[in-house]
Every structure is written in C-alpha cells, then in structure tokens.
C-alpha cells in the first residue's frame, strides 16, 4: 500500500504554474528520489505535502487519510516531517535542545502541569535520553552541547534529519540533504539516511542534485520538469533516459 498519493496536484502563483497536475506514488519503507533542473518545481512539490503551502488544485492522501487541507503543523503531528535546503535550526541552542523541541505531546508544555516540576522531570529525563540516542545513530553524540551555529555546514544536515526523527515520523522528506557539503560527508549522510530507513522503518522522499550519490540508494526516481512530471523509473532507466539527459544533464 502506498503510504502517500498525490493526485494531480497543482500551484498556481499569479499567472505562474509551479506545479502542474503532478500524480504520484510513494511506497510504505521505500526511498524515492526527486530530481530535475532549478525551477522545476521540486521544493514547492514538497512544500504542498508539508502543508506549508496551500494547493490550487488536487489531493494529497497520507496513509489513506485526506491531508490536502491541513496546515503544516496538524501535518507534522500525521507523521510528516521536513528538512530544508538550508537547515532551518536554533542556532543559539545547543544540538541536544534542538532535538527537543519537535517531542509531540510533552507534558512539560501544558499548562496544568508545567508549574509543577516533578510532573514532568521523569518524562523529560527519557526524552533526553531518547536525544542521546538519536544524535549516537547519525555520528552527532559528542556534539550534543555544542551550539548549533558552530557545527559545521553538514553536522547541520545532520542535525535537522535527528531533530526530524524525534517527532518520530511516517514519512520524512528532505530537499537537497548534502547541498553544501564535501563529497564524502555527502556520501556519509546518505549511508545515514539508508539506515534510518532500515532501521526505523522510515520512508523518504528525496530531492537532490548530485546524482550520483542518489543514484546508488534510491528505489525509485521520478524528474519534474517546468513543474510537470517528465519520467520516472529505476535510477537505470532514469540514466539512460534520452529526453531526461537532454533536459537535465544537456546531453
């Protein structure tokens, strides 16, 4: 069973269309990768399935369940969770506050039991532990009182996937991961997102432009084009594809 479902999804903004009548499926547990040139209406695509932009038109159904009108954080409490192109963190919090923020339903946060310490500490106390896990799992650990603003550009990258996972999600879907980053960190983070998958059961939706690297995890790919869907298939099939090399690669 697919866990999401775009059908014919559109984005109007004035007389521009950034996304036209895009239909798609994700798999439960699968990793899918989204490419295509700048402007082809990959970050608007993933910003209509996060709720952070309203839909002209279509359905996005998560795990059978219609979300296409629900705003951003009713989306994140589904199971949804994001990353940005350029990591959207507290900089002045350290790595393991930062993890700490996105924990759904936190006792400490309501007002009936906030006053009250000790309402709260043991439940917080496992919330941090649980951070400290998921900072061990993608190499953060020793960072976890450093400050956000002093990792470097792909600990950042790192740093917003962990913080993702703590919301514990369905689906995870992360625009341009190793933008910005050496080459081998780029590969690391990847071999990091794999596990994730593995380990936790986590499906993703991908865009990235260094290909090469995405080519080696991904299960599926599908390449937009001037907001439109212009193939999909095997990252084989999109290699050889003459009208995606054309258009993507100018070949």
Known sequence: MPLLELYNLRKDFGGLRAVDD???TVPQGAIIGLIGPNGSGKSTLIDLIAGSADLTAGKVIFAGEDISDLPADAVFHKGIARGYQEPALYFKMTVLDNLLLPVKGQRGEQPWYAPRHSAWQREERKHAEAAMEVLRQVQLLPHYDTLASD????QMKLLEIARALMGKPKLLLLDEPTAGVAPKLAYDIFQQIARLRDDH?????I????LEILFDFVDYVYVMHLGALLAQGSAAEIGAHATVREVYFGD
């Open 22 to 24: 895009i239909s798609l």
């Open 207 to 210: 865009v990235e432009h260094r």
């Open 201 to 205: 059961g986590i499906t993703l939706l």
């Open 151 to 154: 990792l470097s550009g792909g």
